[in-house]
């Protein structure tokens, strides 16, 4: 229950010089113990606890690092223990520099005296010791130091019960002893009862020191031949292969080439292009390149990425700056479903103990805290989640709950257990709660991992027991390997492609200029493509309408926090309505592309480098200065800018107007080379869609939500064949824009009954398949759901009546088949029902399928009601439109004025929408509002939070009426004002006219609603009115 902070704050407090760090089984804290220990100027003393066999007898010692050998030895014994090595003699030869602590709670040790021959040996000892007492082996004062405040003992009891069950006692809790002390508090105690152990101790932990300030060096990618000659060889041949070989790439080269092996890091690249070489032979595609890595030219010809960066001019300093010294951050996106295959091979590549995995700690958020202590308190799972429930998701702590909760605050204060559970709760948010491993980093080592960080089996690799943060602080190489699903999803469409198409498209070689890609993305149609699903960059991209793959990057980079605000901007120049105001005529080339918006990180660096003379390298420091805004450097170099520009022949004002703009935007810029690598993978996955629409959606729909790509589907004209028993396949399958849903995506059919059916058809009829169905799928709610989405309509189109009768169907053949009838000529009688109505039956088919088949009653009223609502899929925010739709919820509010409002939820079948009725208008309509029913709703669009909603002005109802609005004209001279004003009042009566002057009576295809103000406007138009 000890954080490493609050201890050391504490001991510095207190006025300690020595600190030390003693876990059990683990050495999780000890790098950073120590290097914050530093920090506070103390002392560190690291050690770990363990339980060995010595002399067949199981005994918990812990061992003390003495010096930098020791440490190391340290994390040899800990990475042994956590592999399954318990004897004490397996790890003799590793207690160099150890002193070893044996506590005294075992009693008479005269059988462990011998092993002071052999080790620094001693015997712990605390406030509990019996004074007097000798055991024949130096003492050691011990004391274990299990929290640090008072009421962290019970908490710590909570953590223990969480971690092995059961219900908590307060009577059990830990003793005090265990509560750090003062130092001087200790010290009287050991001079009193055991100087000779103090003295012990001083001798023992004056020497201690540890020097982790170790040149770790990258691993060696060949020991045979010279790093720096061979990337140089293999770059070289790797632009000759791309037929890229003019001077400017020559010269690019040769400059990247001299930086890499300045900074040292030749054999960083080998190794990185080595992995994705091994995954383009073995078919893992890997994308174009991810973040500032798509900026060097080395990288590309190694084809650890595929993105041109002389061609679409990225800067290698954005990725590795000569002036700034970090390491090279390549991160390697793949399919997260052949992660595996790759770890393989840097483990055999490289060898198990040079390659490993991270530790992670998943820790106690504020819910998982409140569920655990309440559990330990015995409260059931049904309380707990009463509590829970009351958590609100503005809040991040416990604490902050607490003040701006005042449900959650009062069931607390009412309740007596329930605040002490909070209290509980409270001190363990925010702790570790248990390991697991990193998502995506790996580690490497020239010389084996132990002889840095301990190590713990895990099931690819070994896993570090430092975080990664500990891990490179080191000097460790890191490279994050991260699965992502779209590089999947790319894989098994091109898989799909090639199976039914028998083409096979590389993603690579995808025109990035590629016309009905572009036109894809220019109409918005996005769904299921990486990076513009949202509503809001879907509505972008067809007000930016682009027509070059530059386009599609701006899009990605702009459409972020912060630089969204100059969406307006951006597309009103783009379009020409707006003008582009120039900056500087010195920086038009720089800002021209984007309409002079510094969108890109790269273009604050380019005005730095053009502007003030500054170097590439020098101009990204500059940006990341301003990111941080603090710091002597920031001040530095803004002055070095101002000066730079004023000798570049810049007045003082221009200079500080310039460097106000870049201070303005550098907190928003984005780095264009992961903006355009990763709008290149959206591209491919695009293409896909307007080039292979059948292979996108059938792997799509195994992938993700099934109603939304369905939906998606349907609106690119996609037709969903209706489920008939015998003809849908196990896994969905689409052919030639037809969609066959497969059975085992139902939601209430077991993967094996759907296996059975596939494997034994046809069926003549439903008593024809239940007869051949085995017992266990023999029953009533697995074929009920069957019969609900359709299955059988072609043996049997009435749903309702299968419905009403399979029970007694059930039974009927069961009983035949237990020999009961067996010479009975009766044949089964079916009750006669009502079937389904088209409601139920699309309702129905969209649970259990994720879409409705059967047309949806807004469906045929949208036929019925052509050209007098429009889409919701077509609304723009202001708007004035009328949309038809159904209402799911209805939530009424007391506004301030005291008066009712509605908050409305309403779908047009494929899309929701949110609909506000203020007081004025819901005092109006609200008699007519009911959730289910159909309406026609006016009013204006506008946006809220980043979503549209309509304000309405007028509701009306749009279930089909037979009444009729008839209007006697005496002839068709005002027949374009009546039509206008009867599109005004959109209802479910349609409009006859009568025409006096030719005796002709027309049935228009108007609908209007029945109304007083509809029929004054009239007056004056018609001569009879009527409805009927």
Known sequence: MVRVDDYLNLAQRYGYQTVGICDNGNLHAAYRFITKAKAYNLQAVVSIELAFEIFGFPMTLSFIAKSTKGYKNLLRISTLHNQGQIQFADIQSHLEDLAVVIPEAYGDLSALVQLKSQVDLYVGINQKTQPGVHFGIPM??????????????????????????????????????????????????????????????????????????????????????????????????????????????????????????????????????????????????????????AGSLVAFALQITHVDPVKNHLFFERFLNPERVAMPDIDIDMPDDRRAELLAYMKRRYGSDHVAQIVTFSTFGKRQALRDAGKAFGMSEIEIGQVTKMLSRRYNTLAEEYEG??????????????????????????????????????????????????????????????????????GLLKIDFLGLRNLTLISQIRQTVLEHEKIDIDPIDIDLEDEATLALFRSGNTMGIFQFENPQMRRFLRSLAPTKFDDIVDATSIFRPGPSQFIPQFVARRHGKEAVEPVDDSLTDILSPTYGIMIYQEQIMQVAQKFAGFSLGKADLLRRAISKKKGNEFDKLKQEFLEGAIQNGHTSEQALKIYELIERFANYGFNRSHAYAYAALAFQIAYFKAHYPDAFFEVQLQDRKREIILADALDNNFKIQAPNINQMPYHDRVNQGKINLGLSHIQ????????????????????????????????????????????????????????????????????????????????????????????????????????????????????????????????????????????????????????????????????????TLFPEYYRQFSQILEKGKFYFI???????????????????????????????????????????????????????????????????????????????????????????
Not at 143 to 169: C, I, K, Q, W
Not at 202 to 224: C, H, M, Q, V
Not at 429 to 436: A, K, L
Not at 960 to 972: A, E, H, T, Y
């Open 748 to 915: 209430s059919i077991s993967r094996d009954f759907a296996f059975w059916i596939v494997e034994n058809r046809p069926f003549v009829n439903l008593e024809d398949f239940i007869r051949k169905c085995p017992e266990k799928f023999q029953k009533v709610e697995y074929i009920n759901t069957l019969i609900q989405i359709g299955t059988f309509d072609q043996m049997e189109p009435n749903r309702g009546k299968l419905l009403q009768n399979i029970s007694n169907l059930i039974d009927y053949i069961q009983n035949i088949q237990l020999d009961l009838f067996k010479d009975s000529p009766l044949k089964f009688s079916y009750q006669e029902a009502e079937d389904l109505s088209q409601a139920e039956k699309y309702e129905l088919e969209k649970e259990q399928l994720g879409v409705g088949i059967t047309p949806h009653p807004l469906q045929t009223l949208g036929q019925l009601y052509e050209g007098q609502f429009k889409p919701l899929q077509d609304l723009k925010k202001k708007d004035h439109a009328t949309i038809l739709v159904e209402v799911q919820f209805i939530r009424t509010h007391r506004a301030k004025n005291g008066q009712s409002m509605a908050f409305l939820t309403v779908t047009d079948s494929q899309n929701q929408f949110d609909v």
């Open 405 to 474: 909760n005042p449900r959650f605050k009062a069931e607390l204060l009412k309740n007596d257990k329930l605040h002490r559970i909070y209290d509980v709760a409270r001190r363990i948010e925010g702790m570790p709660r248990q390991t697991s491993t990193h998502a995506s980093g790996v580690v490497l080592s020239e010389a084996s991992l132990v002889n840095y960080v301990a190590l713990k089996p895990s099931d690819d690799l070994a896993l570090t027991q430092y975080e990664a943060q500990d891990v490179e602080a080191l």
């Open 938 to 1028: 006016t009013g204006k669009i506008s946006e809220r939070n980043d979503n549209l909603q309509l304000i309405a002005e007028k509701v009306a109802s749009a279930e089909p009426s037979s009444r009729q609005l008839w209007l006697n004209l005496k002839d068709s001279s005002k027949n374009a004002r009546l039509n206008s004003i009867l599109r005004e009042f959109p209802g479910a009566h349609r409009v006859i006219l009568h025409f006096s002057d030719r005796k002709e009576t027309v049935q228009t295809k108007l609908y209007v609603e029945e109304s007083e103000v509809l029929i004054h406007r009239l007056t004056g138009y018609a001569e009879n009115i009527i409805f009927k």
């Open 140 to 293: 050691l004062p011990f004391p274990a130091v299990r929290y640090l405040t008072p009421t962290d003992n019970s908490t710590l009891e909570v953590l223990h019960t969480v971690r092995d069950g059961g219900s908590f006692d307060h009577s059990l809790a830990l003793p005090t002893v265990e509560l750090m002390q003062r130092p001087e508090a200790y010290e009287a105690y050991y001079q009193k009862n055991f100087p000779g152990a103090l003295k012990n101790l001083s001798a023992l932990t004056e020497k201690i020191s540890y020097d982790l300030e170790e040149n770790l060096g990258l691993p060696r990618f060949d020991k045979s031949r010279n790093a720096s000659e061979m990337l140089r060889e293999r770059a070289e041949k790797g632009l000759i292969d791309l037929q890229l070989v003019s001077p400017d790439y020559q010269s690019r080269l040769k400059h990247e080439l001299s930086v890499i092996h300045q900074m040292g890091f030749d054999d960083y690249f080998l190794i990185v292009g080595d992995l994705l070489r091994f995954a383009r032979k073995n078919q893992i595609y890997c994308g174009m390149g991810r973040g500032s890595a």
